[in-house]
């Protein structure tokens, strides 16, 4: 097996620098799906595989276009210009944030132990890795493999030590249109050497579109979580965990967002000097099969139910994404672009595992990956409108 693959991806190496290999498809380049019963589209682009426009019904039968992006799709390359927001790419190797940008292999707390590997730290001033380092999945030109009237295909190749990263990791990512409006997103990762993986989608939505309202008072959330990943100032987690009982955390019984982000401001859930919020729920029971998340916009009346193969959830309600300095245009569609995205009117929803878990064996997660473990990530985003 190891020998296998191996040779596969000296061959794909080969081919990735052969001289004559055709010049590659233009990457901001819009592909536009649409589900078999016409009841979603969507559109993709090859750089980061990111989801620049999604469409689905609303209460009055409508389309709208429910995620944040931009219409100019250079700018999904020029992060520099645009305060960088991960709008709708794959976030990878290892999404959200490494402590120290340092762990080891095997895993050891705080990176303690032998064996110890350094990745590029690109947040706060340099003391830690956000969304696999300098130049993140987001920020790569993706592979088109695959597409067809209602699904697209999307691979990377992730050479040895990019970043700082151990080992080679192939990804391919399916997303598929399917009936009644039902969003397939399917993601499995290769790897030539022991390394950690941790790969999630980072759309912000705005189920409105802009059009009703211009914050989340009318965007309500209910998940079944108990528990967050405790972080601190930074958003580094600690190791421990901190209920949700009694604070404005609990979505274990359906609340509006926006009614709920200034009870945040006390405890600096989402790090120092920071409203809103921007953790980890730990799902407390998911079969895989059930639906975990919903959100839902009672102006719009668009909701979103999720069923995932991950355990753990990461929100965040768009706290910095409005910078006086460098404004983003809003779409069009969205009341752009003399409209701006402001902050506290968007949310984005992660399905992932456990925040920093290696750097935490106390975390009951192995996040190392390698040629006998391959990663798979499975996410189903079903869209329906509020009865
Ligand atoms: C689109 O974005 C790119 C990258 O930021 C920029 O250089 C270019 O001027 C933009 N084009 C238009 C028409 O605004
Ligand atoms: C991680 O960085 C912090 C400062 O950002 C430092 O205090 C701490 O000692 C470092 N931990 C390790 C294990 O290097
Ligand atoms: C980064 O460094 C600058 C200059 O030393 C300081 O003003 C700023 O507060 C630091 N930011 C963070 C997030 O630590
Ligand atoms: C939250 O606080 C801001 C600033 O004080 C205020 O404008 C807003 O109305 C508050 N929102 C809610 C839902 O109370």
């Known amino acids: 097996m190891a020998l296998k693959l191996s040779l596969i991806f000296a061959a794909l190496a080969l081919n990735a620098g052969a001289a004559s290999a055709p010049k590659p498809a233009d990457p901001f380049a819009g592909i536009k799906l649409t589900?078999?019963?016409?009841?979603?589209?969507?559109?993709?682009?090859?750089?980061?595989?990111t989801t620049t426009n999604f469409w689905v019904k609303d209460k009055y039968g409508k389309f709208r276009d429910i995620l944040l992006g931009f219409d100019n799709?250079?700018?999904?390359?020029?992060?520099?210009?645009?305060?960088?927001?991960?709008?709708?790419?794959?976030?990878?190797?290892?999404?959200?944030?490494?402590?120290?940008?340092?762990?080891?292999?095997?895993?050891?707390?705080?990176?303690?132990?032998?064996?110890?590997?350094?990745?590029?730290?690109?947040?706060?001033?340099?003391?830690?890795?956000?969304?696999?380092?300098?130049?993140?999945?987001?920020?790569?030109?993706?592979?088109?493999?695959?597409?067809?009237?209602?699904?697209v295909t999307f691979s990377l190749l992730d050479p040895n030590g990019d970043q700082g990263f151990p080992g080679t990791v192939i990804t391919t990512i399916e997303y598929t249109l399917e009936v009644k409006s039902t969003w397939k997103i399917s993601m499995h990762s290769t790897a030539s050497e022991l390394t950690p993986i941790m790969l999630s989608c980072h759309q912000y939505w705005n189920l409105e579109a802009y059009q009703e309202t211009q914050d989340l008072l009318g965007h309500f959330a209910q998940f079944d979580s108990s528990n967050i990943i405790t972080t601190n100032g930074e958003l580094i987690p600690t190791g421990s965990l901190t209920p949700v009982e009694g604070t404005p955390?609990?979505?274990?019984?359906?609340?509006?967002?926006?009614?709920?982000?200034?009870?945040?401001?006390?405890?600096?859930?989402?790090?120092?000097?920071?409203?809103?919020?921007?953790?980890?729920?730990?799902?407390?029971?998911?079969?895989?099969?059930?639906?975990?998340?919903?959100?839902?916009?009672?102006?719009?009346?668009?909701?979103?139910?999720?069923?995932?193969?991950?355990?753990?959830?990461?929100?965040?309600?768009?706290?910095?994404?409005?910078?006086?300095?460098?404004?983003?245009?809003?779409?069009?569609?969205?009341?752009?672009?003399?409209?701006?995205?402001?902050?506290?009117?968007?949310?984005?929803?992660?399905?992932?595992?456990?925040?920093?878990?290696?750097?935490?064996?106390?975390?009951?997660v192995n996040q190392i990956y390698g040629p006998d473990r391959t990663y798979s990530w499975e996410s189903t985003y079903a869209f329906s409108v509020l009865k």
Not at 257 to 279: L, M, Q, R
Not at 286 to 307: A, M, Q
Request: hydrophobic letters at 30%; a negative charge.
């Open 35 to 49: 589900a078999p019963d016409g009841s979603a589209m969507a559109n993709f682009i090859p750089w980061g595989a």
């Open 249 to 364: 955390l609990d979505f274990r019984k359906a609340k509006s967002i926006g009614g709920s982000i200034n009870a945040t401001a006390a405890e600096e859930y989402c790090g120092t000097g920071c409203v809103g919020f921007d953790n980890c729920w730990i799902y407390d029971d998911n079969d895989c099969k059930k639906p975990v998340f919903s959100l839902w916009s009672v102006n719009s009346g668009i909701k979103l139910d999720v069923t995932t193969n991950q355990p753990a959830l990461q929100v965040y309600t768009c706290n910095g994404l409005f910078n006086p300095a460098l404004p983003i245009p809003r779409k069009v569609d969205q009341g752009g672009p003399d409209a701006v995205y402001g902050y506290h009117s968007c949310v984005v929803v992660e399905q992932e595992s456990w925040i920093d878990g290696i750097n935490h064996p106390e975390f009951p």
């Open 73 to 151: 799709h250079t700018m999904y390359g020029d992060p520099a210009s645009n305060g960088h927001p991960y709008f709708g790419p794959v976030v990878g190797r290892y999404a959200n944030r490494i402590r120290n940008g340092t762990f080891t292999i095997p895993v050891t707390k705080d990176a303690s132990g032998p064996n110890k590997f350094h990745i590029v730290e690109n947040e706060n001033n340099g003391t830690d890795t956000l969304h696999g380092g300098l130049i993140g999945y987001d920020q790569r030109p993706w592979t088109l493999v695959k597409k067809t009237d209602n699904s």
